[in-house]
């Protein structure tokens, strides 16, 4: 009982270890970064006080923040990057960001921000990045760049800036990129950029550039222009152009007198060119378009081209060329034939007719993307000249069948990308001879039907998307040959499985499984048996549910023995015996069960000693915790409960104070938790001072029933069996009269003094000395005051419960701030206990001011004894308090002396009448 009790009280008081903040969370494993973004915030002030000082990464990005007051991140001495962006910043005031010494990157687009005082970056001498894009500025403010010695990037595009003058905005020697494009900017001066290597100015359609307008930024290697007239940039002076590695520019060709060759010309160490064509028709035999040493890399983007025999008759050295969105028709056995060193060919966006040569001689080639061709049918030729093919991309196409052997001659292909395209079934020797193959993405077809031995030869695939399909069937046939597979992607289609099956039996190098959304309007996943999951002994993370049945074998997930992560989500887990389906989840790091109808979670639903750090209930019904669950998870760092409904009673008492003053496990979101009841809208705000007192009132409730119960039951006894049942009560008695003054003799103390901090001054200045004073001729009282006596090291409570059971009385010191102390109502219930476990009644109780009466109610044991009149009143008339000092001291005398004699016939009641006077 004794145990029981004190138990109780440690779960109550235990300050062990639960914290959380506002609006945020901390990412787990990286506790320094902050995630607050997508939350909805609007006051910065409430949400960033709560953070650890030490945090250096805060994201705020996507709410709805509209200002923030200066000085806001001061706090965060440390902090290195912010991000701002997608918020609702119209004005800038000024120290926003001020003590941010360290701060290297700092996010602020996507904002509608019209007005940056000129102070607003001051003090942030380590920034590197600064972005600005999607606003509304319209001009650089102050002297932007004086403030800001260390910074390397910044992006203004997508703002109303009509001019940008570095002479204005104060130069930098360390700028490197600048972002400027599409704003409305007529003229630029960079001169005060020497470091600057890589600009952005496109769509400014009105940008005028002087030749002379880069002559000071020697290390300029990447100019892009794209949507500004060409003319500029050809009249850029010589050692501009020759230092240039990346340039992109549009072009209008029909209403040019030049061509792209014209416009390359003197850009000798140019590698990447990225030429715009929109608008531009070309002549209908359009040979000359790249007739001159193209560069390594070459894009051309939105040419008008139609049937290109030729594109250029000059040998070109270029290994990467990129065609996108050129009307490209016919291209034949002669299109590409002087290209021979092409590694990379891109045609997207085109209606490319392919002839069965036309990649003739390209057997260099490792990359080629028809995404988006309109492409019905593969010719097998195709493909045969390139073998040294690793990636072919096909995406976006009209493929609505594969013949058998397609990709036969492919023997070094590797990635092989076929979503968005119109298969309906795939076939045995669909992907024949494809040895090499690693990674095959099948997705957002209209596969129904998947023939038994398709992935047959695809020994080395290590990644199979299946996603986005009408897949109804996946068996042990159809999955055979795919010794290698380590993910495997069957999110949203229609399977449906029974409880005998085990389709991925021989996928025994799985370690990654998403299995989501399944069956949209159909029956749901149906039964996961006992064998589901056999031969996934390597699995290691796997994602389950959003369907509308599943039942799961209590003994499925057996084999899972490596498994690490595990997401259950958007299914009815109510009727599912969790703690036996997870029971042989011993490894588990990450435990999410979002969405599943969970009423509650039981206590041991991980095994003892498991391994669990994340667990995530999210969007759940639960409305009670019990504290056994986190004692049962030795290992945990954050526990997300929210969007649930807890109810802000006494049952969840320890879970709030348990949340908020743990150090180590974190409660994401915890002050947005709200409670199910009206009394407080959040869990955090919730009063839960009466309940530690509810729950040492109903334990001295059951007591008094079981002593109502065992009174009856010896009355009873001593009615019928009288003689016998007196023989055995003396003997009882003379036991515990023996134990007791054993137990007497130990007492190290007299009294323990439970008293507040505040009254510190009565204790010490008139307690003390009267009580530690001897009278003549009799002993000293000795005294356990928690200051002096207290073992240091030990902890709180173990030094107070061992000062209770030392000291013959407990004398408590009651008071408004006593009754306010957390520790001495610990005191004060722990002596209630010891009267109630071993009968003595060691509490006295001296009330310093009148307390009225209503002040109690809370204290309900208290108020009992008060309402005994087993207490002393401090006399305000100094008169009566020598009378006060003698009572005192005699009711300690009388009991010490009664304990040490030995005639412990005297009850409490008796030896407390001379306190009542
Ligand atoms: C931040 O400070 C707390 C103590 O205030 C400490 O426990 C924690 O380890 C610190 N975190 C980092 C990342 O330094
Ligand atoms: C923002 O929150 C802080 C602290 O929670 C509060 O003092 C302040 O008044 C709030 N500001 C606004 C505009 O609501
Ligand atoms: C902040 O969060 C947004 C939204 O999820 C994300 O797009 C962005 O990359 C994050 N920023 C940083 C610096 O991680
Ligand atoms: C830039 O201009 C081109 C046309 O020249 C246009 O296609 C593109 O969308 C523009 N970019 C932006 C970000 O507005
Ligand atoms: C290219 O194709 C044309 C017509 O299809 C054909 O006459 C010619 O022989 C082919 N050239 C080579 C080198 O195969
Ligand atoms: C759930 O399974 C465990 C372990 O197999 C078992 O001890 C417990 O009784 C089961 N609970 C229910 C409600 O069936
Ligand atoms: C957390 O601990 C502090 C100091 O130990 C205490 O003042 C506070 O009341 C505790 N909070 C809760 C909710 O118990």
Known sequence: MARAALLLLLLNFSVCSGFGFRSCSQNYAEADHIWCFNRMIVNISGVVSMLPENTTAINLSKNVIRAIPPGAFARFAGLKHLDLSQNKLFNLKGEEFKSLHLMVSLNLSCNNISNIHSNTFEGLTSLKVLLLSQNYLSGVFGLLFYLLPAIEVVDLSLNRLRSFSCEECGGSLTLKYLNLSVNNIQKVNVSCFPALTYIQLSNNTELELRPDTFDSNQQLSTLLLQSVKVEGLMGLSGQTKRDLIHVSFSMFAEKSPWMICDVLREMDNVSKVEVDLKGSKLPASNTSLLDCPTPPTLIINEAKLGNVARLSSEMSSTSKLYLINCGLKQISNSTFEVFTALKT??????????????????????????????????????????????????????????????????????????????????????????????????????????????????????????????????????????????????????????????????????????????????????????????GLQKLKCMQIGNSIKMTVHPGAFAPLISLKILYIYGVNLKDTNLTAVLLPLKGLLKLMLNRADLDTLPAHFLPPNNSLEI????????????????????????????????????????????????????????????????????????????????????????????????????????????????????????????????????????????????????????????????DVGAPRLRLCLHHRDFRPGAAVLENIEAAIYSSRHTICVVTRSYLQSEWCSVEFQLASVRLLCDGSDVLLMVFLEEIPEHCLSPYARLRRIVHRKTYLLWPENPVEQDAFWVRLKDTLKDSKDLDEEGEGDVGGEQWLAPLIG
Not at 621 to 644: A, G, M, W, Y
């Open 615 to 774: 667990l995530r209930v999210q969007s759940n019904h639960i409305h009670t915790l019990s504290k056994e669950i986190l004692d049962n998870l030795p290992r945990l760092r954050v526990f997300d409960i929210s969007e649930n409904q807890l109810s802000c009673t006494c049952d969840n008492a320890w879970f709030k104070t348990w949340a908020i003053n743990n150090t180590q496990i974190q409660v994401p979101y915890l002050y947005n938790l709200e409670c199910d009841n009206g009394r407080s809208r959040y869990l955090w705000q919730f009063d839960d001072k009466a309940c530690s007192y509810d729950q040492i009132s109903l334990t001295l409730f059951i007591s008094c029933t079981v002593m109502d119960v065992l009174f009856v039951f010896v009355c009873l006894a001593w009615h019928i069996q009288g003689p016998t049942m007196r023989f055995l009560l003396l003997m009882v008695k003379a036991r515990l009269r023996g134990r007791k003054r054993g137990a007497g003799a130990k007492f190290q103390y007299d009294a323990f003094i439970s008293y507040s901090s505040k009254d510190e001054d009565w204790v010490m200045g008139q307690l003390v000395p009267n009580l530690e004073r001897p």
């Open 345 to 534: 060919l891109y045609l997207n966006k085109n209606s490319v007719d392919i002839k069965s040569d036309t990649f003739r001689g390209l057997t260099e080639l490792t990359f080629l993307s028809l995404d988006r061709n309109r492409i019905r049918n593969i010719d097998l030729r195709w493909f045969v000249p390139l073998k040294s093919l690793h990636r072919l991309s096909l995406m976006k196409n009209e493929i609505t069948e594969l013949e058998p052997n397609v990709f036969h001659a492919l023997t070094q292909l590797e990635q092989l990308y076929l979503q968005f395209n119109l298969l309906k079934s795939l076939k045995k020797k669909t992907f024949s001879n494809l040895y090499r193959l690693k990674k095959l993405n099948l997705s957002l077809n209209l596969i129904c039907f998947i023939e038994e031995g398709t992935f047959q030869d695809l020994k080395n695939l290590r990644y199979l998307d299946l996603s986005g399909n009408r897949i109804s069937r996946v068996t042990p046939s159809i999955l055979s040959g795919l010794k290698k597979l380590t993910h495997i992607i069957l999110y949203n289609n229609r399977l449906h499985f029974r409880s005998y099956e085990a389709p991925f039996i021989h996928l025994t190098s799985l370690e990654y499984l998403e299995m989501r959304y399944q069956g949209p309007g159909g029956s749901g996943i149906g039964d996961i048996g006992p064998d589901f999951f056999k």
